[in-house]
């Protein structure tokens, strides 16, 4: 099994990514008002619950309202 420095390169740029990506759907979700389906309470939790990509890409495929 793999140590865990072995895995650092790999670990890190990903990290990175995960909470840039975090970080952009929670000021995307705070500064507009509309949505397609639910609140902006709604897409808050399922944002910061499901944290590990899927909440912020969640959002962006079903309550991302286009402009």
Same mark, same amino acid.
């Given at each position: 099994?793999? *140590? +865990?420095? *072995?895995?650092?390169?790999? !670990? +890190?740029? %990903?990290? !990175?990514?995960?909470?840039? %990506? %975090?970080?952009y759907?929670?000021?995307? +979700?705070?500064?507009?008002t509309?949505?397609?389906?639910?609140?902006?309470?709604?897409?808050?939790?399922?944002?910061? !619950? &499901?944290?590990?990509? /899927?909440?912020? /890409?969640?959002?962006?495929?079903? &309550?991302? *309202?286009?402009?």
């Amino acid at each position: 099994m793999p *140590e +865990i420095h *072995e895995m650092l390169p790999f !670990i +890190i740029p %990903l990290a !990175i990514a995960e909470f840039a %990506l %975090l970080a952009y759907t929670i000021y995307h +979700i705070l500064t507009h008002t509309a949505y397609k389906r639910g609140s902006r309470a709604l897409w808050l939790a399922v944002a910061l !619950i &499901g944290m590990q990509f /899927i909440g912020p /890409i969640l959002y962006f495929l079903l &309550g991302k *309202e286009d402009a």
